[in-house]
Nanobody
């Protein structure tokens, strides 16, 4: 089994900052990518940022230049530093892990339960 533990959401004023973290544990053979998606009411889930197993990062267009994703040396915890937050960043943020549990598995998707980020004055 694979577990994802998220933390760091909350309420922040426009222009403020928050940092989200997500740790993956359990039966992990390899990590293809880890990252963050978000979803707000009435909208589809969208990519915020992710980082591949070799460290290549990808960002959604709306957060480029404001958010940064990075990970620890063990590659099992990813962080999302969110700066210059805007009301439109308000959403439920989900951690995503794509990887294999054993050498013979195909990569699978795993999701955290989500952490709420609210940007409001």
């Amino acid at each position: 089994q694979v577990q994802l533990v998220e933390s760091g959401g909350g309420l922040v004023q426009p222009g403020g900052s928050l940092r989200l973290s997500c740790s993956v544990s359990g039966m992990i053979f390899s990590i293809n990518s880890m990252g963050w998606y978000r979803q707000s009411p009435g909208k589809e889930r969208e990519l915020v940022a992710d980082i591949s197993g070799v460290g290549i990062t990808k960002y959604g267009d709306s957060v480029k230049g404001r958010f940064a994703i990075y990970r620890d040396n063990a590659k099992t915890t990813v962080y999302l530093q969110m700066n210059s937050l805007k009301p439109e960043d308000t959403a439920l943020y989900y951690c995503n892990y794509v990887g294999k549990q054993t050498i013979v598995d195909k990569p699978s998707d795993y999701w955290g339960q989500g952490t709420q980020v609210t940007v409001s004055s």
